[in-house]
T-cell receptor, first 115, second 113 residues
Framework: GAVVSQHPSRVICKSGTSVKIECRSL??????MFWYRQFPKQSLMLMAT?????????EQGVEKDKFLINHASLTLSTLTVTSAHPEDSSFYIC???????????FGQGTRLTVV | AQKITQTQPGMFVQEKEAVTLDCTYD???????LFWYKQPSSGEMIFLIY??????QNATEGRYSLNFQKARKSANLVISASQLGDSAMYFC??????????FGAGTRLTVKP
């Protein structure tokens, strides 16, 4: 199957700093990428949908200025958590679509801990 | 709006037996896809099976089969001959025309030896 690489897998940062998470589709061009957040023992909550070359579409309740998404190319999307706070600690996972009607391929996820 | 419902927070099954994980959905789009993913404790999302809304036959992939009942808007996952390695969280997901993929709350499956 297709490969999506997410980096870093774990990150610990200090409160007030920013953290960038990368999501790369290694062997296909991703028309659309999704960013999810998952709290312990809960489901994946869609944060935003990002299409290459256009602004991301954020879900209701997700702060655009706090969670900056950049989909600069067909193989790379980044999520930057700005001015991180302890309540931003969570598991963040991306997925990528090769095209409409296809399955979504997931990255390995990033466990963010803000101290 | 799309909605995915998994009503079983946890399920237990004896090794080598079959188990059914429930999933119901709601959408006004005539064209949609239904997915099941497995998430072990490592956090990775493993794709298991896909069913398109216009597919006439139920999808099958090895030990996984999807019991698709369109009129009831249900897409239950059946795992046959359970193995210890099947213990994980299982998520049902749906994608409609807008391409968003949304997930149910998940079911934690525990396979007992």
């Amino acid at each position: 199957g297709a490969v999506v690489s997410q980096h870093p897998s774990r990150v610990i940062c200090k409160s007030g700093t920013s953290v960038k998470i990368e999501c790369r589709s290694l062997d296909f061009q991703a028309t659309t990428m999704f960013w999810y957040r998952q709290f312990p023992k809960q489901s994946l909550m869609l944060m935003a949908t990002s299409n290459e070359g256009s602004k991301a579409t954020y879900e209701q309740g997700v702060e655009k200025d706090k969670f900056l998404i950049n989909h600069a190319s067909l193989t790379l999307s980044t999520l930057t958590v700005t001015s991180a706070h302890p309540e931003d600690s969570s598991f963040y996972i991306c997925s990528a679509l090769r095209g409409p009607g296809t399955e979504a391929f997931f990255g390995q996820g990033t466990r963010l801990t803000v101290v | 709006a799309q909605k995915i419902t998994q009503t079983q927070p946890g399920m237990f099954v004896q090794e080598k037996e079959a188990v059914t994980l429930d999933c119901t959905y709601d959408t006004s789009d005539p064209s949609y896809g239904l997915f099941w993913y497995k998430q072990p404790s490592s956090g990775e999302m493993i794709f298991l099976i896909y069913q398109g809304s216009y597919d006439q036959q139920n999808a099958t992939e090895g030990r996984y089969s999807l019991n698709f009942q369109k009129a009831r808007k249900s897409a239950n996952l059946v795992i046959s001959a359970s193995q210890l390695g099947d213990s994980a969280m299982y998520f049902c997901a749906m994608r409609a025309n807008n391409n968003d993929m949304r997930f149910g709350a998940g079911t934690r499956l525990t396979v007992k030896p």
